[in-house]
């Protein structure tokens, strides 16, 4: 391991300019001249939202060779997972495929009706009614509209409008969505409207690659990721997030740590004026001087000890409890609740310094400007001020993985979630692994935060010179660092555990991805006729060609890697803040 924190001042340098800069490339050192990867996160608006929907649909339809309900049918079945629903076609065959999904293909039974003149009874109501007031289902069963269209409000009524199954007895098929809009529309059209919005809506309800955005106020979007829901992004509105937990970005630690990270640090702000109850566990706060509470499910307990007890107490002692004698398990106890309140302290302090430390350098960014501006007002040799915002996005970056380094350390080194995983000498071994790069880190964030903050506008050229010489130099420093440790989190950490479920969002150089609007070769009205076409179109195999490329085409990956670790490998950064770019670049950007 390289050690960045031993050795004098130059030691932490490159020889030249140019050589730091190229540093900075992160990875490709022609990013900027060839062509960007497709960003793997799309922002999903309300307009574009049956266009999205349409995508996935169209796959299907191409590779199967289904109407449209049935893909939709097939596709809300497996949920939107496109992949898992081709794995199942290939290994189980389309028959097995379609009975799952309660899908009934055309011309397997016979659609065809008395002739019009006629009339037939209704096996719901029993009423004798004409041909002309019957729907048939593609699996055959046929009855009257008036008791198709009660059951279909009923079901919408109570929110199964994505699948509607026929009225017949132990029948599993999935009523024609375009049967159910038609009927339903002639007495209900609210109902109809929103029999389709929760068609609409599933793509993003039932699909994990897809999820709202948890924006408050929310913005209306939902973003789409491609390859890995372990990861964070950045919608259009400004939020950024994880988008397997909808909480904030947290990364390097795993969605579960920070889930109880966060509860921890709540529960802790209550305990210096409140105690857990023994049998509810709510917290009970002590308004009296009397030692005997009681808690409002009933229950009474010492305060000093917290112990469970009775409710009749006397001036010597409480019934059925004494804690005032002296036991050695209790002191124990005490021991060990005082080591494990010191513990979180040293985590919790440290994470709330950089977070402190992360919001007032995130006030940086107007005084950068207005030294920059200063700067160019100058009679000066230098014209390009790019590698200030660089150097700052850097810190921004760097600063918050720091942040969040410490809960993942306080869970990852502890006894909550991996004491059965490793020997106490392995722990020891790891925790000083991880520590020796969290504190090389941790150095030259600080660095780089204090010749960013120096007062450089007012320098002459040569001081200005020697300090850009070392922003670029540790933002290179620091970025090669956050690999570091994210890697010795990824493999020698959570990869080594047997039955870990921690996964964690990877580190990107350029910063949380930012999405893209989803953008189509068909319009939103193209999509809205092909959705509304008639059931005849339907019945008679009609198909709507659209302009949009088939996506029907899949890769796999025989690497045997776990998704996690092989969506790393695989992801793209574009789209992301390039922090290469000059400072007019970025601010339109922003």
């Given amino acids: 391991m390289e050690d960045y924190m031993n050795g004098s001042e130059d030691d932490y340098y490159y020889s030249s300019d140019q050589e730091s800069i190229d540093g900075l490339g992160n990875e490709d050192s022609e990013s900027l001249w060839a062509p960007s990867k497709s960003p793997s996160c799309k922002v999903i608006t309300k307009e574009s939202l049956l266009a999205a929907q349409r995508e996935d649909l169209q796959r299907v339809m191409d590779l199967i060779s289904v109407r449209e309900h049935h893909a939709r049918t097939l596709l809300i079945h497996y949920r939107w997972d496109v992949e898992k629903l081709i794995a199942v076609y290939v290994e189980k065959g389309e028959g097995c495929m379609f009975a799952e999904a309660g899908v009934t293909l055309v011309g397997a039974v016979d659609l065809d009706l008395p002739e019009l003149s006629s009339r037939v009874m209704c096996d719901i109501c029993i009423d004798d009614v004409p041909v002309s007031d019957v729907s048939k289902m593609d699996c055959g069963h046929c009855f009257c509209n008036s008791c198709w269209t009660a059951h279909f409000i009923v079901k919408i009524k109570e929110g199964q409008s994505k699948r509607i199954r026929c ?12 049967v159910v809009r038609k009927l339903v529309s002639k007495k ?22 897809v999820k709202w955005c948890p924006s408050i106020p929310h913005c209306g979007n939902a973003l789409r990721v491609e390859n890995d829901e372990f990861c964070e992004v950045e919608c259009s509105c400004g939020s950024q997030f994880c988008f397997s937990c909808l909480s904030e970005a947290h990364s390097p630690c795993s969605c579960l740590m920070w889930e109880m990270w966060t509860k921890k640090c709540r529960d802790e702000s209550e305990t210096v004026h409140t105690k857990p109850c023994p049998k509810c566990h709510k917290p009970v706060e002590k308004n009296g001087g009397c030692n005997l509470v009681n808690c409002v499910c009933g229950q009474a307990f010492c305060w000093l000890c917290g112990g469970a007890t009775g409710q009749d107490h006397t001036w010597s002692n409480i019934i059925n409890h004494s804690c005032g004698h002296y036991k050695e398990d209790g002191e124990k106890k005490a021991e060990r609740a005082k080591r494990d309140l010191y513990r979180y302290m040293h985590y919790h302090n440290r994470y709330k310094a950089h977070t402190d430390s992360f919001q007032q350098e995130s006030k940086l960014r107007e005084t950068i400007r207005k030294k920059v501006l200063n700067l160019e007002a100058k009679d000066s040799k230098l014209k390009d001020f790019s590698w200030v915002t660089n150097g700052l996005y850097r810190l921004f970056r760097s600063r918050r993985a720091l942040s969040y380094s410490y809960p993942f350390a306080f869970y990852m080194f502890g006894d909550d979630l991996f004491e059965d995983e490793m020997t106490k000498e392995d722990r020891e071994i790891k925790k000083n692994l991880f520590e020796d790069q969290q504190q090389q880190l941790e150095s030259n964030v600080e660095k780089l935060s204090k010749f960013i903050e120096e007062p450089f506008d007012g320098y002459p050229d040569k001081q200005v010179m020697q300090i850009r010489m070392q922003v670029i130099n540790l933002s290179v420093i620091t970025d090669s660092l956050c690999k570091k440790m994210y890697d010795c989190i990824e493999n020698d950490l959570l990869g080594s555990l047997q039955f870990s479920i921690h996964n964690i969002a990877p580190y990107l150089s350029k910063g949380v991805e930012r999405a893209v609007e989803l953008t189509t070769g068909w319009s939103t009205q193209a999509g809205c006729n092909i959705r509304c076409q008639t059931a005849d179109d339907q019945a008679n195999g009609a198909t709507i060609e659209s302009d949009q490329p088939s996506t029907s085409g899949t890769t796999s990956d025989d690497s045997g890697c776990s998704t996690w670790k092989r969506a790393r490998k695989e992801s793209g950064e574009g789209g992301l803040i390039d922090l290469n770019l000059p400072v007019e670049v970025i601010d339109r950007i922003d």
């Fill in 167 to 178: 009225m017949a007895h132990k029948c599993n098929a999935i009523c024609d969505e375009a």
């Fill in 188 to 209: 209900h059209p609210d109902l109809a409207e929103k029999f389709d919005r929760y068609l609409l809506e599933s793509y993003i309800e039932d699909n994990k690659m």
